[in-house]
């Protein structure tokens, strides 16, 4: 059966694409992982790959035009078939197999209980794909992400930065700013937060609506497996996504006496005032943003973090980077510091052996989060867990088949996009495409002063499964021309690839601006989520965009008589506009020569990009950076 072509969605505030390049036209055939056209959306041309075989029977978007996402754009089919039955009927999205048929009887297809990033966005993805879909909320439409987590938290670290850039305007050679008549006004700030959350909530609203998901108001309770109560309301569905996120975690082993400002990241977030004295205990993320959130608005800060070192799932060579600035910023941090109990806002822990106390005007609780299952009567229904997190396989299925489990609900990786992915691959198995969720490819930021993002293994990680068999690069910002514009030298680009396929294991970036779009997105999210993330697919991507840049290396890595790869070639590679490993030469000896010379091309290249980018540069074994492992290239 021919199915329909959307826009995609690549981004979450992508509303619309344009469309660059068709790469098959109308009796063309396409074969699964070719890339069938190319889009621009955040001024980032990104290849869209087929899905499924099949033949082009209609294109029904010019190249260089825009399309809002989910816009029909072409359709695939067997050849001969008519592309206008599947036009006319309803809209399929790209490459979605037909359904198992549904079984008869039930209100919905599917039912997500929970409107965050991951219940929104998975609701609007069935309906799309021709389900009958209904959302369950009962807390606050946008979940934790939305209303008290990354969105309210960023707004607040805008405004921080920009408090701190402008008392230091002097140093960027800007006269006339009295830095001590600076000031942040809390109320004004409260607003502005606000007005950016209740912007984005009812956009969530008016995309549910506009998909038409029937949404339901109420807390949501397992009757049976396939029936849900909502404040006396029964709704069934022949699907269930629990999608229900998680809440802040109140640790039992600490004790709480006498009377204490005592606060979570929900609270903190509502402050009218800049407390003069903070105690963050936790140094995770949430503990670590709050706490360089209050420092640049001028709290006295303390952190009290159990392990040896802050930020647990960065790389340990950037979280101790990190740490080392938020110290010289005016942090303190007690790290191995075993919290035993809040009494009176005085903190009482053990540190190196001693018993050691901190009194301070605040103090805010930051040592992780935990699922809400709380009301569902998932335990009722025979759905089992792992500790306090619903237990999935990699479809996202519980041990019920039709009910999955998305988000933080099921503990994995509690990250909003983690969640919206996780939905996707739910919605994949529903409609019978057998998807599996990949948690290896996952990007992470961490909104400090240099920002961090990371994506990938960890060295630690890398070598815990990899062993010796490693090239790791590292690129120092000093050396960064962008970063000494912008007068912030700090941080380290570390790139780990296995040594023997030339895979990405995992990049990790600390410097300015590098959870950007243009910054981390083409080069770090998307070709390494894409889950093939050998020097090919990359280099396939560079070398669309800089052929010059990627043939003068090739040219300059050939010539080199001190390289790794032993004598220069003949003329033969030289020859070749682009040359490709496993292309035919007229001597076997420079095929040889060639393919070799096409490795280090992959590297150096890709280091570039990511240098150009703010990613990363000599990332590779090449001679920019610093590297280890065998066979390095000098």
């Not at 790469?23 to 055939?29: A, D, I, L, N, Y």
């Not at 921080?160 to 830095?179: I, L, P, Q």
């Not at 903190?347 to 009194?359: D, P, S, T």
């Amino acid at each position: 059966m021919a199915e329909i072509i959307i826009m995609p969605k690549l981004g979450f505030n992508m509303d619309e694409g344009q469309l660059v390049k068709w790469h098959r036209r109308v009796g063309e055939t396409v074969k699964k992982g070719e890339v069938l056209f190319e889009i621009n959306t955040d001024k980032t041309t990104m290849p869209v790959e087929a899905t499924a075989d099949g033949t082009v029977l209609q294109l029904m978007l010019e190249e260089g035009a825009f399309a809002e996402v989910f816009t029909p754009i072409a359709v695939i089919g067997a050849p001969g078939e008519d592309p206008n039955a599947v036009l006319n009927g309803p809209a399929t999205p790209q490459a979605a197999p037909a359904a198992p048929a549904e079984p008869a009887g039930y209100d919905y297809d599917v039912v997500v209980i929970g409107a965050g990033p991951g219940g929104y966005e998975t609701a609007i993805k069935a309906a799309q794909c021709g389900k009958k879909t209904c959302i369950i909320e009962g807390a606050g439409f946008g979940g934790t992400c939305l209303n008290v987590g990354c969105i309210p938290t960023k707004a607040l670290i805008q405004t921080a930065d920009v408090y701190h850039k402008v008392k230091d305007a002097a140093r960027f050679a800007v006269t006339g700013v009295e830095a001590d008549k600076i000031a942040v006004d809390m109320a004004a700030l409260q607003a502005r937060k606000k007005a950016v959350v209740k912007t984005l909530v009812n956009g969530v609203k008016g995309l549910l609506r506009g998909n038409k998901v029937t949404v339901v108001e109420g807390m949501a309770s397992f009757a049976d497996t396939h029936t849900l109560s909502v404040d006396g309301r029964s709704i069934t569905g022949a699907n269930i996504i629990i999608a229900t996120g998680s809440s802040v975690f109140m640790p039992p082993f600490i004790a709480l006496e006498g009377e204490n400002h005592l606060l979570t990241s929900t609270e903190a977030l509502d402050l009218d005032q800049v407390p003069a004295s903070v105690t963050v205990i936790g140094g995770g993320v949430i503990g670590v943003e709050f706490a360089y959130l209050l420092n640049r608005l001028g709290s006295k800060v303390t952190v009290l973090e159990l392990m040896d070192h802050i930020l647990p799932m960065v790389d340990i060579e950037v979280s101790r980077l990190a740490e080392k600035r938020m110290t010289k910023d005016g942090i303190l941090f007690r790290l191995g510091a075993k919290v035993s109990r809040v009494k009176d806002d005085t903190v009482y822990y053990e540190f190196e052996g001693q018993n050691c106390q901190v009194k301070s005007d605040m103090v805010l609780m930051a040592v992780g989060r935990v699922p809400n299952t709380q009301g569902l009567n998932a335990e009722g229904i025979g759905i089992e867990f792992d500790r306090k997190a619903i237990r999935t396989d990699a479809h996202m299925r519980t041990n019920i088949p039709h009910i999955y489990a998305i988000g933080d609900v099921n503990g994995k990786v509690m990250l909003a996009h983690t969640a919206s992915h996780e939905g996707m691959v739910a919605v994949a198995d529903i409609c019978g495409q057998g998807e599996e969720m990949r948690y290896d490819r996952i990007p992470s930021c961490v909104y400090l002063e240099p920002e961090i993002a990371c994506i990938g293994l960890t060295e630690a990680q890398a070598r815990e499964k990899y062993g010796d068999g490693l090239k790791i690069g590292r690129f120092n910002m000093a050396a960064n021309g962008k970063s000494l514009i912008a007068g912030d030298t700090d941080g380290l680009f570390k790139v780990i690839v296995a040594a023997d396929t030339g895979e990405i294991l995992g990049a990790h970036l600390y410097g300015q601006h590098v959870t950007l779009a243009r910054a981390g997105k083409p080069a770090v999210v998307n070709i390494l989520c894409s889950g093939n993330v050998a020097v090919q697919r990359t280099r396939q991507f560079i070398d669309k965009r800089y052929p010059l840049l990627l043939r003068r290396e090739g040219y300059h890595a050939a010539g080199r008589k001190d390289c790794a790869f032993g004598k220069p070639p003949g003329t033969a590679l030289l020859d070749k506009e682009r040359p490709y490993a496993g292309q035919e030469h007229p001597a076997s000896a420079g095929k040889q020569v060639a393919d070799k010379a096409v490795h280090f091309i992959d590297h150096r290249v890709i280091a570039h990009r990511f240098f150009f980018f703010g990613v990363a540069a000599g990332a590779f074994g090449t001679g920019a950076g610093e590297t280890s492992g065998p066979d390095t290239p000098r």
